[in-house]
């Protein structure tokens, strides 16, 4: 009953849409003439074309300076906004109207399913060594793809994670600035912050950079073994977070003591923030493990210069580093 | 002309059958339906624009001084991909519009992906037989999103440098072979050989293009073999579709939707600034800026690593999984992984295997839409997180009263959108526009 219903239905719906005036012989129904629209279109046609060629003088006017992306843009954007109207007005006025019904594809062909089942069924008829011949197939293929993937260890030294534990810095290494010039204790002040590299390193190692800041001797709480690490209060962690690797390039100073929070070392990637007067221990964020020390000492010149390497790896962690 | 044309190409391959039925083709209509359209749309802009530059972008990370017209920067050591970067956006005539074109279109992109995405799983149309073509788009947002990454990962940039270290360490933290797999991609310790930026720089103008080309491919030739489904109503039964044919009906429709993508994401190249890497300077490891945001695709990421609680797991003195492994591959892992499985579960849970034509109203299927909804919830929770520095620098929120609230909504949201969603379909359903009001017809 329903589906003679939709049947009807579908049928006055089609006939009503389609097919009302016009021969038999019409694919498509016709469109009663619309010249006021067809003026429409033409003239958002001729639009877009006065904004487009408006697009040649202005790349070629070098006098425009700081506004000619704004006007190319604008140029573009609107010949593309003027045919797309164009486009609509066609859609909507211009061409035949009609809603079309059709039956959806078949969900599926069981029959066809069968036959190729079979076929392939019926082509290993004759075949008497299946198994064995399955193994040998499955072997094959395996060595196969383990040979084409084995290129793909050249991309880099894979098996040799101890490398990631590198850095450059030992006792008697100098620490540098910027500018690969040595820095004297006395330039770093208490409230300031100073980043500082390895003499000869290359910079942009993640074990190379440090963050160098001064505290009152009475404020550090550095662990026991770590007592004479921080010469005249001078205190240097690894520069890296040891959450996700950015530079840990913001520092809390007090600016008033009576209500500003402790000193502090702060990421800004995720704020794992670290306490440089107490070993760099975690205060807050994501950060899983301290902030890797590095014992200063003070030379003949009065310049920084590293007396030992760092407390833990520096930079984010892996599976199996050892971080004490 | 055109009957001597269609002779030629139908004698010649006897495609004229073929070419009719395409031009047939109908297309049901609903506002909804054009969201896929737009994500299409955005990617034949995103490979035009993008040709463009790589015409003048050049993907080296040799050193260089800059020495170009824009003063701040100069006497800087560069990167020749950084200072390629902003000469063609500061020297090319039209690159900087091009540049930013690109760079609105991979965010408008991705958003007419998730969009579409939430139209066809609050609607139902990723039910059988069209579940492959959900798998395939959900693989294609995957993709779009790593694309995405490297795109602005490529230019060397403070930010692309600050994102990689991030990208660095969540592949770090993956468990036993973390490290292993890091020192492959990247070919030595952070920041890389010179090689790694070759690798992007293919990935992301060749073999992830490719990649999605092939996949749009399926995903279209999928729907068009199934044809597309529709809303219930006058003549719309799961045997019977109705709509718009594509020829001449549909064609100056689409074209319209492509114009105006084109027209918006030139305006949008042309007007608003976006990315300006000449004012966050080339990368060094020793630099990171405050209030940095990725992409606003990567957000939720970014939120994940921000609301984990500061723990590695570790035994005695050694790290096991270090923490980004949680906010970065987990979370990202487990939101997939609900998308991939959710037609297998929800036709599990319901016992409803049969074919679907017709699309639910999301209020007509209040457990699916309530759960989709949590989810949702959930993520954008998580989103949200990834931007309370910048909440913390406009409304002066303090930053770890934030990141609590969130820890805490991260948990509360969910359970709280997915009674409140069940319950709204429910009174929706008993109202003057309930289902009971709609006209339905089933066929057998």
Redesign the interface.
């Known amino acids: 009953m329903i589906d003679r219903l939709i049947a009807f239905l579908v049928l006055l719906f089609a006939r009503g849409k389609r097919r009302r005036t016009e021969p038999l012989d019409r694919l498509v129904p016709e469109a009663p003439a619309q010249r006021p629209w067809e003026l429409v279109a033409a003239a958002l046609l001729f639009l877009a074309m006065l904004s487009a060629a408006a697009f040649v003088p202005i790349y070629a006017i070098d006098s425009l300076g700081h506004i000619q992306t704004q006007l190319l843009g604008l140029s573009l954007g609107l010949a593309f906004a003027f045919v797309a109207a164009a486009c609509v007005v066609f859609a909507k006025r211009l061409v035949p109207q009609e809603t079309v019904v059709e039956p959806y594809p078949a969900p599926e062909t069981e029959h066809e399913q069968e036959r190729l089942g079979e076929l392939v069924a019926e082509s290993g008829d004759g075949l008497t060594r299946k198994r064995l011949l399955k193994f040998a197939g499955a072997g094959a293929g395996a060595a196969l793809g383990a040979a084409l993937l084995t290129p793909a260890a050249s991309l880099g030294p894979f098996i040799d994670v101890a490398q990631l534990r590198k850095t450059a810095w030992r006792r008697g290494v100098r620490l540098v600035d910027d500018f690969g010039d040595p820095i004297p204790a006395k330039r770093v002040h208490v409230g300031s912050f100073l980043t500082a590299y390895p003499e000869g390193a290359d910079h942009d190692a993640l074990g190379s950079p440090l963050v160098v800041v001064r505290l009152r001797i009475q404020d550090l709480q550095l662990p026991e073994a770590r007592a004479g690490w921080a010469p005249g209060g001078i205190v240097a962690y690894s520069k890296i977070c040891t959450h996700a690797g950015c530079a840990i390039a913001l520092y809390r100073a007090p600016l008033f003591e009576p209500t500003s929070s402790r000193p502090a070392l702060v990421c800004p990637c995720h704020y794992s923030t670290f306490d440089p007067a107490a070993g760099g221990k975690v205060l807050f964020g994501p950060a899983g493990r301290n902030l890797p020390q590095l014992p200063l000492e003070i030379d003949g010149e009065g310049n920084l210069h590293a007396a030992g390497t760092f407390s833990g790896p520096p930079g984010p962690s892996w599976w199996g580093v050892r971080f004490r | 002309m055109i009957r001597r044309l269609v002779r030629y190409l139908d004698q010649r391959s006897g495609t004229a059958p073929l070419l009719r039925r395409a031009l ?1 083709y ?1 297309f049901p209509d609903h506002w909804s339906f054009l969201l896929g359209e737009i994500a299409l749309y955005c990617f034949v802009i995103l490979v035009a624009t993008g040709i463009y530059l790589t015409l003048f972008f050049d993907p080296s990370t040799a050193k260089t001084v800059y020495h170009g017209s824009y003063a701040p920067l100069h006497g800087v050591t560069v990167s020749q991909a950084y200072r390629s970067a902003v000469d063609l956006s500061f020297h090319t ?2 690159g ?2 091009m540049r ?2 690109h760079h609105w279109a991979a965010d408008v992109f991705l958003v007419a992906i998730v969009l579409h995405l939430m139209r066809v799983f609050f609607t139902g149309a990723f039910r059988k ?1 069209r579940d492959l073509v959900w798998y395939v788009g959900v693989a294609m947002l995957m993709l779009a999103i790593l694309e995405g990454f490297l795109g602005y990962s490529i230019v060397d940039d403070l930010l692309s440098g ?1 994102g990689l ?2 990208a ?3 592949v ?20 890389g ?1 010179s ?1 790694f930026e070759s ?1 992007m720089y293919i990935a992301h103008v060749f073999v992830f293009p490719v990649l999605l080309v092939i996949l749009i491919t399926v995903h279209i030739l999928s729907i068009a ?3 597309h489904t529709q809303f219930p109503g ?2 719309k ?9 594509t020829f ?3 064609v ?2 689409t ?6 993508v ?10 608003v600034q976006i990315n300006p890497i000449w004012q966050w300077g080339p990368f ?9 945001q990725p992409d606003w695709y990567l957000g939720w990421l ?1 939120g994940g ?8 797991v ?1 035994v005695g ?8 492994f949680w ?2 591959a987990l979370f990202p892992l487990v939101v997939f992984a609900f998308l991939f499985a959710w037609p297998t579960i929800e036709s599990r849970v319901t016992g409803d295997t049969d ?1 679907h ?1 017709l699309l639910d109203r999301p209020r007509d299927a209040p457990w699916r839409t309530a759960v989709g909804a949590a989810v949702f919830s959930w993520v954008a929770i998580v989103f949200f997180a990834g931007a309370s ?1 910048r909440v913390f620098v406009w409304l002066k929120i303090s ?2 009263g934030q ?1 609590w609230f969130f820890r805490g909504a991260a948990f509360v949201a969910p359970v709280v959108v997915f009674l409140f969603v069940r319950e709204l379909c429910e009174e929706l359903r008993e109202g003057p526009q309930g289902s009971q009001g709609r006209v339905r ?4």
Do not use: C
């Open positions: 047939r109908v005539k039209a900087l519009l930013q074109t037989p600050m270290a991030i660095y360490s969540v770090m933290s993956l468990p036993v072979v973390g490290a292993n797999i890091a020192l492959l991609l990247w070919g030595s310790p952070f920041p050989t090689g690798r073999a199934r044809h006058r003549g039964t799961e045997g019977h579709v109705v709509g718009t044919p001449p009906g549909y100056p429709r074209l319209g939707l492509a114009f105006g084109a027209a918006v994401l030139f305006l949008l190249g042309g007007l060094e490891t020793a630099q990171a800026t405050n209030g940095a970014i690593l921000r609301l984990m609680p500061g723990f590695d570790s003195q050694y790290t096991l999984v270090p923490n980004p906010g970065g074919f034509n520095d930053y770890s990141i017809i089933v066929e057998k």
